[in-house]
T-cell receptor
Framework: GQSLEQPSEVTAVEGAIVQINCTYQTSGFYGLSWYQQHDGGAPTFLSYNGLDGLEETGRFSSFLSRSDSYGYLLLQELQMKDSASYFCAVRVRYGQNFVFGPGTRLSVLP | DTGVSQNPRHKITKRGQNVTFRCDPISEHNRLYWYRQTLGQGPEFLTYFQNEAQLEKSRLLSDRFSAERPKGSFSTLEIQRTEQGDSAMYLC?????????????FGPGTRLTVL
């Protein structure tokens, strides 16, 4: 089976830094992606890691350790608009079948 | 490029009725995915097309669900004899075959309510 784990909720204040972790147990692994979803909206792509290490995209960074089956999304200089749900997703086969985690709801407080 | 579109945005139906949803992917994207998402959960994979070929279907998908992509462009997802447990958001996503294949572009979804 496929299993991804994330914290269900995280709360932080504006301007802070927050890290959302994701651990996975899947039948295959071709990369870890992160998506943001605002209430009532569609998931939007944030970041992708195919190899170990850190990927940085503006205020967002994502990290992957394949040996630990672990990754995280780092959000810096939090803004109110970052309040949303964040999902990690694993591609378990090349070109096919992304498996999503249960999501982490981030609340950014003033 | 107008993004991925889905119709209808909302569908309310009575248990036992059939419903059909449509997804129009980004025009140059060859891969198309259907997902189901319930409140507080992540998207759950249903099926995947490359062009007109349905290459994978989730074992969780019952025989009441069928999807098509007849000309390799738009896709339809049909649910027959709907049940209350089918109430969910149905999301469509597309990716190109080459290049940026790891980014899925999602449509706004069709919210299904089965009474």
């Amino acid at each position: 089976g496929q299993s991804l784990e994330q914290p269900s909720e995280v709360t932080a204040v504006e301007g802070a830094i927050v890290q959302i972790n994701c651990t996975y147990q899947t039948s295959g692994f071709y990369g870890l992606s992160w998506y943001q979803q605002h209430d009532g909206g569609a998931p939007t792509f944030l970041s992708y890691n195919g190899l170990d290490g850190l990927e940085e995209t503006g205020r967002f960074s994502s990290f992957l350790s394949r040996s630990d089956s672990y990754g995280y999304l780092l959000l810096q200089e939090l803004q109110m608009k970052d309040s949303a749900s964040y999902f990690c997703a694993v591609r378990v086969r090349y070109g096919q079948n992304f498996v999503f985690g249960p999501g982490t709801r981030l609340s950014v407080l003033p | 490029d107008t993004g991925v579109s889905q119709n209808p945005r909302h569908k309310i139906t009575k248990r036992g009725q059939n419903v059909t949803f449509r997804c129009d992917p980004i025009s140059e994207h060859n891969r198309l995915y259907w997902y189901r998402q319930t409140l507080g959960q992540g998207p759950e994979f249903l099926t995947y097309f490359q062009n007109e070929a349905q290459l994978e279907k989730s074992r969780l998908l019952s025989d009441r669900f069928s999807a098509e992509r007849p000309k390799g462009s738009f896709s339809t997802l049909e649910i027959q004899r709907t049940e209350q447990g089918d109430s969910a958001m149905y999301l469509c996503a597309s990716t190109p075959t080459w290049g940026d294949t790891d980014t899925q572009y999602f449509g706004p979804g069709t919210r299904l309510t089965v009474l």
